[in-house]
């Protein structure tokens, strides 16, 4: 992997091409691309004068910002350079109390009685919005979360847009859903959402809760709350009722006494494993409804008649897109033994040309990683992987047996593990060998086998020839250890409604 010099100069939370490079290289020397053919990419930074970043943020509540009861705040960083960015509200109990009787009031005055046909109005323009204000937002995402700017003009924003246009339509067609014959919405809302894709989670979260008629209060992750609050100011632009979306910016803490208040009527999580299953014993006995979109160990599974450029572009961006901080990433590589070393030694070669960099530089595919906290976790595993005995070059980990810890833990970083098959039965029991199931890719040149294991797979997605695709028309969420419920499409309205 090459490193953009400004990124590395800046000196932040940049791990992935740390110690790129073959094997034996020291530690943080870049891998030499084939130097007769090298060249440099120019800097091609996006601008960050779009983003008008306010010293402080408040809490969006009942359709204003406002500060925290206690007046606590905190401060949110850009990942790339440590450099703060602002100081945000912290909402306290007392905060999600208002939150909740916001979000209550507005469901049974405004939003619970609107028809479906005047909701829709709203979400139609917070979509429209959203696209006339992309670039702002794409560039925001990535100060706030490190994300390449690609990444975020190209997918996380237009994607957002999307679910708000999805959903609008549905807006006056629940009857039409298969979900009875006159689906009523749950009631209030409480949505907690990670840093991974901090736009795109909150605009699956709202997007399918508004359209039902719920109402929602919505807690960020602590470390990426801009876009939400962004998105929240869209809602006032939109001239979305107040109370509608509640936006409680805040730590682990806040998003546990919002799961906790029993105004709320339906809890939405996406997060780690370990939290989902703190959040599930709290709602036990409490007849509140929950979805749970949790952590995967996704197989990626290459058979030898797959096309192997096509197999490793796939390969590559399941595990390298969003530095790997995706709980759908192919972060188990299964490949059949008799095209390994092929196989890998073309994603060897692709990788020297992934460049790693600058967030904001729009040559970037590997920005930065999410948080400290985070690289030392990405560490620790991977050292974990050399210290049982698996082959490193740079962060693909070869020679990796199932009972290694970084073919078993989710890592949340782009760290990739090999391992071989040699039939496709040993593959499904590898693949399936995972207390996780939320995502699979197959790639193969035959139409009967991808259905053979699609049948056997025990993942919610399986992506065929492809990987890390996305729709909103698509459902998506697991189950076992990745959690249950769904998001998208018909099946995730469900999580909305009472048939
Ligand atoms: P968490 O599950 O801790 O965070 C997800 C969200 O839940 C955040 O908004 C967090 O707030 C909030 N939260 C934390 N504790 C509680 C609680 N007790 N009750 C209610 N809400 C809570 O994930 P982390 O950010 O700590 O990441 C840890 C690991 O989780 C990652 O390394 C990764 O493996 C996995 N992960 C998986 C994701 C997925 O999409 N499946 C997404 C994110 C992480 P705050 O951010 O302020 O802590």
């Known amino acids: 992997m090459q490193a953009g010099k400004d990124a590395r100069a800046a000196g932040g939370h940049l791990a992935a091409g740390e110690n790129a490079g073959p094997p034996g290289a020291p530690a943080g020397e870049m891998t030499p691309h084939d130097p007769g053919t090298e060249w440099d990419y120019a800097p091609a930074p996006e601008s960050r004068d779009i983003?008008?970043?306010e010293p402080e943020y408040g809490l969006f509540l009942n359709g204003e910002f406002v500060p925290?009861?206690?007046?606590?705040?905190?401060?949110?960083?850009?990942?790339?350079t440590e450099e703060p960015l602002a100081q945000v509200a912290e909402a306290g109990a007392a905060d999600v109390d208002r939150g909740v009787a916001a979000a209550r009031a507005a469901y049974e005055q405004v939003w619970g009685p609107m028809p479906g046909a005047e909701r829709a109005k709203y979400l139609?323009?917070?979509?429209?919005?959203?696209?006339?204000?992309?670039?702002?937002?794409?560039?925001?995402?990535?100060?706030?979360?490190?994300?390449?700017?690609?990444?975020?003009?190209?997918?996380?924003v237009p994607l957002a847009a999307a679910h708000f246009f999805y959903h609008a339509g549905w807006a006056d067609k629940l009857e039409h859903a298969g979900?009875?014959?006159?689906?009523?919405?749950?009631?209030?809302?409480?949505?907690?959402?990670?840093?991974?894709?901090?736009?795109?989670?909150?605009?699956?979260?709202?997007?399918?809760?508004?359209?039902?008629?719920?109402?929602?209060?919505?807690k960020p992750a602590e470390t990426t709350p801009?876009?939400?609050?962004l998105l929240a100011e869209v809602c006032q632009q939109a001239g979305l009722p107040p109370g509608v979306v509640n936006v409680l910016t805040g730590a682990g803490e806040t998003g546990a006494a919002l799961v906790a208040h029993p105004g709320v009527d339906k809890v939405?999580?996406?997060?780690?494993?370990?939290v989902g299953k703190q959040i599930r014993r709290m709602v036990a006995g409490t007849g509140k409804r929950l979805t749970l979109e949790l952590g995967g160990k996704a197989a990626n599974v290459v058979f030898d008649d797959a096309p192997v450029e096509a197999a490793v572009e796939g390969i590559v961006n399941g595990i390298f897109f969003?530095?790997?901080?995706?709980?759908?990433?192919?972060?188990?590589?299964l490949v059949q033994e008799s095209v390994a070393d092929a196989v890998v030694e073309r994603l060897r070669d692709r990788l020297g040309t992934l460049r790693l960099g600058d967030p904001l530089d729009k040559n970037t595919d590997i920005g930065a990683i999410n948080s400290r906290q985070q690289l030392d976790k990405i560490r620790e595993l991977s050292d974990a992987g050399e210290a049982e005995g698996a082959e490193r070059w740079s962060t693909?980990?070869?020679?990796?047996?199932?009972?290694?810890?970084?073919?078993?833990?989710?890592?949340?970083?782009?760290?990739?593990?090999?391992l071989t098959f040699r039939t496709p039965e040993e593959a499904v029991a590898k693949a399936n060998n995972t207390p996780y199931g939320l995502s699979a890719g197959v790639w193969t040149d035959k139409g009967s086998r991808i259905l053979w294991l699609a049948q056997r797979l025990r993942a919610g997605v399986v992506w065929a020839n492809t990987y890390n695709r996305f729709d909103p028309a698509s459902p998506f969420g697991g189950y076992r250890e990745s959690g249950f419920g769904r998001e998208g499409g018909r099946h995730g309205l469900a999580a909305y409604l009472d048939g």
């Open 226 to 229: 801009l876009t939400a609050l």
């Open 68 to 80: 925290a009861t206690g007046g606590q705040v905190f401060a949110t960083v850009n990942p790339a």
């Open 51 to 53: 983003v008008t970043l």
């Open 179 to 218: 979900l009875g014959p006159s689906p009523r919405p749950v009631g209030v809302a409480g949505q907690v959402i990670p840093w991974n894709f901090p736009l795109l989670m909150a605009a699956w979260k709202l997007a399918p809760a508004l359209a039902a008629g719920n109402t929602c209060v919505l």
């Open 124 to 156: 139609y323009r917070i979509a429209r919005i959203l696209q006339e204000r992309s670039r702002e937002f794409a560039v925001l995402e990535s100060l706030d979360n490190g994300k390449p700017i690609k990444e975020s003009r190209d997918v996380d």
């Open 396 to 418: 693909v980990f070869t020679g990796v047996s199932q009972s290694h810890r970084i073919a078993r833990e989710e890592i949340f970083g782009p760290v990739l593990s090999v």
């Open 322 to 333: 969003n530095q790997g901080h995706v709980c759908c990433a192919g972060s188990r590589l």
């Open 268 to 274: 939405a999580f996406t997060g780690s494993t370990e």
